[in-house]
């Protein structure tokens, strides 16, 4: 099962890549950044479903409708969260949306714990993007803000969230063209979106990343979806929770059923 989308950039000059998540048949989150930047705009974003290969492969669909945060500022990097719109795709066993986090993960720093990230971006900071660039995965530990302050300072907020690549193997990580891309739990056997990623700091050399709470961009999905205002967040976030499993309901409803023997 794939909760990957892979997003080729295209710009006036040139192309980059990015991560992003599948919410629902129709959408998915990303950075902000990569679609603005601050000094260059895209144009263009070829979504990539259920492949290993960013550049080739899967179910590829062309898109421009990026909703970016209304307060997205590249100068600190806060509110780096956008929803992307596309024409509807078709869940298969490889193509799925991932679940928002509720409950009791709302309030979870999961400091200490362990998660998923995964992305198209290159194996080490002395490298380039390739042709064949492919998915990969790797564990992290969720470190704590103050411990994230003395590597990126003002950059690091109440909705951002830390991890370490340190390990016996050697540093692991997020590199350059995984922003945008899932960090993931598991939670009562579903992967659960805690984070998105925002930036790093040298794959190799720092071993520390940032990511995006996944409860803080909640708020802007679910004004995305609904113009209802809500005063207490955790309200918000389950309106969207319930709007999310919604549209997941009846997109998988829309599904032919497979029997037994298609398989």
Known sequence: MCLQVGMVVWMDFGQSVCGSTLLTDTRAITAAHC???GWRWARLLTMVFGSEYVFTGGVRVDT?????????TPSTLRNDVAIVS???????????????PSGRLLNNDFTGNLAFASGYGI???????????????????VISNDICRFRFGEFIFDSTICT??????????????????????VEDGKRVLVFHTAFKKGLMLIPGQAFTYASAP????????????????NTAVRHLADIIRNEQ???LEKQPQRLATDR
């Open 218 to 233: 909640c708020q802007h999905i679910r004004l995305t979806f609904s113009k209802i205002a809500y005063e207490d967040m």
């Open 35 to 37: 679609w603005y930047d």
């Open 249 to 251: 309901r009846r997109a």
């Open 86 to 100: 596309f024409p509807r795709i078709e869940f298969t066993d490889v193509i799925q949306p991932i679940a928002l």
């Open 123 to 141: 194996l080490s900071d002395s490298m380039g993007l390739s042709p064949n660039q492919v998915q990969s995965h790797v564990e992290l530990e």
């Open 64 to 72: 421009d409708q990026v909703d970016m945060h209304e307060d997205w």
């Open 164 to 185: 370490s690549g340190v390990s016996v193997n050697g540093n692991v990580g997020i590199c350059s063209s995984d922003s945008g891309g899932p960090l993931s739990t």
